[in-house]
């Protein structure tokens, strides 16, 4: 089979996408390779693919125990021998896979970097023909990066060690320049080839929520009533905010795990595969968690505080949507955050590190917390922003994000903000947001009268302003914190803390929402194929589907995204196939899946179009009537 086949018939795929078949043939021809390519770019394929059509055995070597256990399942389910060898295994199940191995059972073997120096496993890679050694995750041979793992240093000795030497491939989704040159370097590549592909993820929607302290809360549990059902990770700067997000989440009724670093080993664990299991498709969690989770369907990320870098935040938001479906990535910003994140800054130690080097690093944490600030606070397009820091050239607007839907026009309202906190300390915090605007503004109404207020000295002070323009700076102190408004039907404006408006530098502005001008036809063109383009009819089917896929999940002991991702899901509703060829045509439905799962699909699918006759399920890509 050439290379296209294998993808049709394993994977169930029509085309590669960008980077795949160059990384593919460049290996193929012998050609070590380091490829640079963003999470959910789908890396895997481009060593899985010519592992089949190489003579020998293909060793991946991965950091992560769950890595490599979600790839072996998938690989299992698409018709694909493969096996992992690590500490999960006890000795005896060690030996049988490696006598298994050595008969030629598997094409692909995942080990974790510890093994590599094991006699055993030295013995049986003695007796066989390793075609490729692949180094996943190939980022944590850098001191640069985030997660450096010293065993991967050892890759080297052991590739050098095999009698025949293999050809490299290292993937990972690090694209600053040091991490490159250390894996080219530490793996000793021979002029390899290089394949870097672009960081944007189209798929994804960004936006930020300017909202203060507890009323983030609020959003949340309204955001999961909305989006029933959705599988999504709420990350929070702290363990305490997780345990009290997660107890609020659990008395709504949503299914939530939680995950942070002050629990048991154990009670991560079943956190994290009831995530993956969909058992709990919600989980708030530190940064703690997601090393190692490939789950697909992620339909959304929340942070529900400012992270500490974009390298942190683009990580951890890229964790949405690795099926290439539409997922958002919404993160809760107060001026609170960025107190959070330096109070962080100066907790975080720097131990066996040089005086010199720690000033440097701090420096370098202060800018990345301030570039992160800036993503909150700006007004352009938040995509650019992002592809810009990385260091990739940026176009149009992307018309894909929260701030490109919007259009502002930003006002510093700094010294208004201090007139308002005047006025409630004035007004001792009797009245709601109408008086005070109106004070503010001088209105000539007989309620102002009544109450006296042309006699405070605040009475018209910003009769220079409109009074929407005073209400939306109201609303944004609300949203900073510094003006409190109280619950129930009289509801007042009260002073709450300005220490944050009292310092140096302290800045409070409105964004102006101008009239939209992005005309409607694009905003359409961009659409991917995604529920959205399923009618409510088809999004009922969707359901039964996702319904019957758990089910089956359930049988099998397996992640529902292994499965079948959501987008083979969609792309069924969309397809309808009435029989088995016609399944074929479903993107991620190869021969295996076929065969398993095919009747139970197809099934599900002629007894919904039986019970809803000539029911419009799905609104073609083209048609512009949406
Ligand atoms: P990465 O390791 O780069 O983060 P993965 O290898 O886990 O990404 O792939 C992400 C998803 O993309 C998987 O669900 C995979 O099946 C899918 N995928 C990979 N290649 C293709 C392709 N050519 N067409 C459609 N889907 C693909
Ligand atoms: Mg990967």
Redesign the pocket.
């Given at each position: 089979m050439n290379k296209t086949e294998i993808?049709k018939t394993f994977?169930g795929?029509d085309?590669?996408?960008e980077g795949?078949e160059d990384i593919i043939d460049g290996l193929l021809a012998g050609r070590d390779v380091v490829a640079i390519?963003p999470?959910?770019?789908?890396?895997?394929?481009c060593y899985q693919v010519p592992a089949l059509m190489l003579p020998g055995i293909t060793l991946v070597i991965s950091p992560l125990i769950s890595l490599m256990q979600d790839q072996v399942k998938s690989l299992n389910e698409a018709g694909i021998h493969a096996a992992y060898i690590n500490s999960s295994l006890t000795e005896v199940q060690i030996t049988k896979a490696l006598a298994l191995a050595a008969k030629g059972t598997y094409k692909i073997i995942y080990v974790a970097p510890e093994r590599l120096e094991s006699a055993g496993f030295m013995r049986f890679v003695s007796q066989v023909e390793i075609s490729m050694v692949t180094v996943d995750e190939a980022h944590c041979i850098s001191q640069w990066g985030q997660d450096f793992r010293p065993s991967y240093l050892k890759i080297v000795e052991f590739i050098e060690g095999l009698s025949v030497k293999p050809v490299v491939g290292a993937f990972t989704?690090t694209a600053t320049k040091e991490v490159r040159n250390d894996i080219e370097c530490v793996l000793k590549l021979r002029s390899p080839k290089i394949v870097i592909t672009g960081f944007d993820r189209e798929n994804l929607y960004y936006s930020v929520e300017h909202i203060a302290g507890k009323r983030k809360d609020a959003f949340v549990a309204d955001y999961m009533e909305k989006h029933p059902k959705e599988s999504g990770i709420i990350y929070c700067a702290t363990r305490k905010n997780v345990d009290s997000l997660y107890e609020t989440l659990l008395r709504q009724g949503v299914p939530v795990a939680k995950y942070h670093a002050g629990m048991s080993n154990e009670e991560r664990k079943r956190s994290q595969d009831d995530f993956i299991y969909d058992r709990a498709p919600v989980i708030v969690a530190t940064n703690a968690f997601g090393m190692g989770i490939?789950k697909?369907n992620v339909r959304f990320v929340i942070h529900y505080n400012m992270p500490q870098s974009m390298e942190n935040y683009y990580q951890e938001a890229g964790r949405a949507g690795?099926?290439?479906e539409s997922a958002k990535c919404i993160l809760l910003f107060s001026a609170q955050d960025i107190m959070i994140g330096k109070f962080l800054l100066e907790k975080k130690e720097f131990e066996g590190t040089d005086d010199e080097d720690i000033e440097f690093l701090r420096q370098r944490d202060l800018y990345r917390l301030r570039i992160m600030e800036e993503y909150c606070k700006g007004t352009s397009c938040l995509r650019n922003y992002i592809l810009k820091y990385f260091g990739e050239k940026v176009g149009a607007p992307c018309d894909n994000c929260g701030n490109c839907h919007h259009q502002y026009e930003e006002v510093d309202m700094t010294e208004d903000a201090k007139q308002v906190i005047n006025c409630l300390a004035e007004t001792r915090g009797r009245y709601g947001a109408a008086i005070v605007a109106g004070t503010l503004l001088g209105a000539d109404r007989a309620r102002l009268k009544e109450i006296g207020a042309d006699s405070y000295r605040s009475y018209g002070v910003l009769s220079h302003r409109t009074e929407p323009d005073i209400r939306l700076l109201i609303e944004q102190m609300i949203r900073e914190g510094y003006v409190i408004q109280t619950d129930g039907d009289y509801s007042v404006l009260r002073i709450g803390d300005i220490s944050g408006l009292k310092r140096e530098g302290a800045y409070v502005g409105i964004r102006k929402a101008e009239k939209s001008n992005i005309p409607v036809s694009s905003q359409k063109k961009k659409k991917a194929r995604s529920t959205d383009a399923l009618t409510s009819a088809g999004y009922k089917l969707f359901e039964r589907l996702r319904e019957l896929r758990l089910a089956i999940a359930r049988e099998e002991g397996m992640p529902p995204y292994i499965v079948f991702?959501d987008k083979t899901l969609i792309d069924m509703c969309a397809k309808l196939p009435k029989k088995e060829e016609e399944m074929l045509e479903v993107?991620g439905v190869g021969e295996n899946k076929l065969r398993k799962y095919g009747e139970r699909f197809l099934g599900e699918i002629s007894a919904f179009l039986e019970e809803n006759p000539g029911a419009l399920v799905s609104v073609g890509e083209d048609d512009e009537s949406i």
């Open positions: 993808l994977f795929y085309s590669f996408r795949q390519m999470t959910g770019a789908g890396k895997s394929l989704a490939d697909s690795r099926d290439g991702s993107s």
